[in-house]
Nanobody, 120 residues
Framework: QVQLVESGGGLVQAGGSLRLSCAAS????????MGWYRQAPGKQRDLVAT???????NYADPLKGRFTISRDNAKNTVYLQMSSLKPEDTAVYYC??????????????WGQGTQVTVSS
């Protein structure tokens, strides 16, 4: 029922910038947190950044200062601004929505992903 649609990925040279967008079919305020994760081939899916209902953010430590997550509740959209991109940032980037439920469980909703490729 919930759909998350990412856009903005593509090919960029090292040092360049991209802005990813995630459009949700639901009011994103209904989720406890929104976030971005990334996964390179053969590797696990790792946290990039999250943003809570009221706006608090957290980032994978190495990405602080280069990546910025933001949200526009009126547009039901979450953004990821990526700057000073490095080849190691190459991955499929996934939008995520989390809904806390009883028993310390979390319901995860995922977008289909958007490819980001950084060339050297």
């Amino acid at each position: 029922q919930v759909q998350l649609v990412e856009s903005g990925g593509g090919l960029v040279q090292a040092g360049g910038s991209l802005r990813l967008s995630c459009a949700a079919s639901a009011n994103i305020f209904s989720f406890n947190a929104m976030g971005w994760y990334r996964q390179a081939p053969g590797k696990q899916r790792d946290l990039v950044a999250t943003i809570g209902r009221g706006g608090p953010t957290n980032y994978a430590d190495p990405l602080k200062g280069r990546f910025t997550i933001s949200r526009d509740n009126a547009k039901n959209t979450v953004y990821l601004q990526m700057s000073s991109l490095k080849p190691e940032d190459t991955a499929v980037y996934y939008c995520n929505a989390k809904q806390w439920v009883l028993g310390d469980n979390v319901r995860d909703y995922w977008g289909q992903g958007t490819q980001v490729t950084v060339s050297s």
